[in-house]
């Protein structure tokens, strides 16, 4: 079951500690979570919740959420338990299966594809690129653009399968969420593209290959930082 409120959570404490911010400084509005994480109102609200009871933030009525305290002020017993407990071997299973299915799909789109996929694929790419220079979470439209490819093999089976598996997929993307490699992510999806737009399936299934196994990198990194901070803190 995927509590969606404690990948919030994490998220949010990624942010402080990469963003580096600083007591008073605002954190990103309910409204701005709901947008770059595409989750409901609620989930957000419980999060910040969760970090306004643990005396991390201070919520102020109608202005917004600011930090309150630096998370290295805290005793180490108490950082371990607002990171919410991440399933990693769920999550890395998921990691192989969507390895498994999308260079599939991927290959299956470059011999389907017509052309209002290719321009759902284009759009979610420059709205990836968008993401990037504006210094945004690139979840939305990395999740449109393989979404995008699901719906390109125009397959009555493998469309209502990803439909409903990529929930799963949506988790360990916000988990990953600060710790992306944005500009890797970029190169993989126009290559992808590139080899779709020509119909070289086997192309575009190679570089889907090579994409997926950098995001497993870059959760490796992600966990192993996670690890270095808690030792760090003892």
């Not at 109102?41 to 005396?55: D, H, I, P």
């Not at 399968?161 to 997929?169: A, K």
């Not at 360990?172 to 399936?201: C, F, G, P, W």
Request: aromatic letters at 6%.
């Amino acid at each position: 079951m995927i509590v969606v409120s404690e990948t919030v959570l994490k998220f949010l404490l990624d942010y402080i500690r990469k963003k580096e911010l600083e007591v008073g400084d605002k954190l990103p509005s309910e409204r701005e979570l709901v947008q770059l994480l595409e989750v409901g109102r609620s989930s957000v609200r419980e999060a910040l919740q969760t970090l306004a009871e643990r005396g991390i933030v201070e919520k102020q009525p109608g202005k917004g959420a600011y930090l309150k305290t630096t998370i290295h002020d805290q005793e180490l017993e108490e950082l371990t338990t607002w990171i919410p407990s991440l399933d990693v071997n769920k999550s890395m299973d998921l990691l192989e299966f969507r390895k498994g299915v999308e260079v599939k799909i991927t290959y299956l789109a470059a011999k389907r594809r017509n052309e209002d996929d290719l321009s759902r694929l284009q759009q979610a790419i420059e709205d990836l690129s968008r993401c990037i220079s504006n210094g945004t979470s690139i979840i939305v439209p990395d999740l449109d653009f393989h979404s995008a490819l699901a719906y390109a093999t125009h397959h009555d089976i493998i469309v209502p399968v990803y439909h409903s598996v990529v929930d799963n997929f949506k988790k360990v993307r916000m988990e990953m969420a600060i710790n992306d490699d944005v500009e890797n992510a970029l190169y993989y999806h126009q290559e992808i593209l590139k080899a779709i737009t020509e119909h070289d399936s086997e192309r575009a299934g190679l570089f889907m290959q090579r994409h997926l196994e950098d995001v497993q990198f870059n959760y490796r990194n992600m966990l192993s930082e996670l690890n270095n901070k808690v030792l760090q803190e003892q």
